[in-house]
């Protein structure tokens, strides 16, 4: 029997083989996407009855760590997350929270000529300099959002060579250029993956998206950044926090306008 097993204790056997479980993928014996031992070989593996493993399994399941797969198994998960619409570090800082670990690609990063809406969400005139950046964010290898990132490239000069791949935006803002976090204010709408959305992002053509645009202040109120990202409807869930009639909503009728 293993030794993490004790018939004797206080906490049920199925209970013991969830945490052993949990513990595994935690240190990546089984890694995201793994597919787990059969039933017959955690049986003999804990020296437990199958309905233990099937009731320790169907647990993980519940609660997203494990998913089945018709006809070829269980597998571990691909871990969604709910994130907070009221988050201001981005994507880098709360999966460095949640103890995960993400990477950031850059894409393309190149001074622009900010359009309507860029000049609009940055407090600019259109067609002034901004710093554009595009980058790929992933958890632990595996793709989770694609970031467009636009600001004053007045305001923050040196921009272009200071950020790099894995450097958080939000840190060269407190550190570097000493901008004091104020409000923000987001929009979210959803879409489907088109084809390079599905390339990139790793799932398929017509997959559930999430658009998330954002304008943050900084404290004085003034615009620090304007920022869009297409995110994996399957790996997100976003919460909202509302507190008497702060929150608003606002939708596009659907069908032609009388």
Known sequence: MNKLLQANQPKPLYLQLQDDIKQ???????????????????????GVSRITVRRAIQG??????????????????????????????????????????????ILE????HADARQAAMLGINEGDRIVFIRRLVSEDGFPLAIDELSVSAERFP????????DVSFYDLLANHYHVEYGSSGITLDVSTAKVEEAHL????????????????????KVPVH????????????YMFKTESNIMTMAYQPMGPKN
């Open 24 to 46: 595994n993928i935690r240190f990546k014996e089984y890694a995201v996407g793994d597919q787990m031992p059969s039933e017959e070989e955690l049986c003999i593996q804990y």
């Open 60 to 105: 993980l399941v519940d609660a997203g760590l494990l998913e089945k797969h018709r006809g070829k198994g269980t597998f571990v998960a691909v871990p969604k997350h709910v994130v907070s619409t009221n988050n201001h570090g981005g994507f880098s800082k709360y999966l460095e929270k949640e103890g995960r670990r993400s990477q950031q690609k």
């Open 109 to 112: 990063k190149a001074y622009r």
């Open 158 to 165: 040196d921009l272009m060579e200071l950020f790099e791949n």
């Open 201 to 220: 992002l790793c799932c398929a053509t017509g997959n559930p998206l999430f658009i998330l645009r954002k304008q943050m202040m900084d404290a004085q």
């Open 226 to 237: 304007y920022s869009k990202s297409v995110v994996r409807g399957d790996r997100v869930t």
